[in-house]
């Protein structure tokens, strides 16, 4: 964790990085400041959506329809960056994410609907869900939450941040932060030198370390219910 701030404390002092005359977590979480670049259409590349799956609009707003099951990529990798977006749900019980790392052969993989095999996903639900899983408590919803998983799929691999899933495979956040369906959520992703890092609304809540592989395509996920995203920008780091 030393290590952590001296790093955070140099970054700081770097002015090609950090505006001098904003505070750094406003500079980092809200993505204001040098090298910040928004995504837009050109930036991402069909994986297994439909032609109407993702709708890009001029004014950074990115809806999707959630069907079918699948994902949109970046066009580029990327290694260690940060990421910022604001998303939210149009039906109660919406299920989406971002991917980070994701494994370039496990998209080639994808000839139909489903999601890649390999990355680490950053988790996008809806508070609706939990209530519509357990279904009149035929199931138990303790191996998720609804603020903020973390956590590798696949043939990825990542060593979670406490609190730990009860299979010892997702970070769960620390803190329930995430709204409701219809209002606005805002994420900010830090992945560097393999360790993942989210903050939900303002505070770090999840994460992990350890990821292999750590560079990889960014992914946006259609999984069964309309999303949308605004404000997707990113910013590479050494």
Not at 2 to 10: E, L, Q, R, S
Request: hydrophobic content about 35%; overall charge negative.
């Amino acid at each position: 964790m030393k290590t952590w701030f001296m790093f955070v404390a140099t970054v700081a002092l770097i002015p090609s990085l950090v505006l001098a005359d904003e505070p750094v977590s406003k500079a980092f979480i809200n993505g204001e400041g040098p090298g910040w670049v928004a995504l837009g259409k050109d930036d991402f590349v069909k994986v297994n959506s439909n032609d109407d799956t993702w709708t890009f609009n001029d004014n950074g707003l990115i809806e999707c329809t959630g069907k079918p099951v699948s994902v949109t990529r970046s066009a580029k990798q990327y290694t260690n960056f940060e990421l910022v977006c604001q998303w939210r749900h149009l039906k109660s019980a919406g299920n989406s994410g971002l991917f980070v790392w994701t494994i370039p052969e496990k998209l080639d993989e994808l000839k139909g609907p489903g999601l890649p095999g390999g990355g680490i996903e950053v988790q996008v639900l809806d508070l609706g869900y939990t209530a519509a899983y357990e279904d009149g408590g035929k199931h138990k919803a303790d191996w998720f939450t609804c603020h903020g998983d973390v956590f590798p799929v696949g043939v990825s691999k990542m060593t979670p941040f406490p609190p730990v899933s009860p299979n010892g495979q997702r970070s769960f956040p620390s803190k329930n932060l995430s709204k409701g369906v219809g209002e606005w959520n805002h994420y900010y992703v830090r992945a560097i030198n393999g360790e993942v890092r989210l903050w939900v609304n303002g505070e770090e809540v999840s994460g992990g370390k350890d990821c292999q592989p750590a560079t990889g395509y960014l992914c946006l996920e259609s999984e069964g219910s309309p999303v949308e995203f605004r404000g997707l920008k990113i910013r590479e780091l050494p």
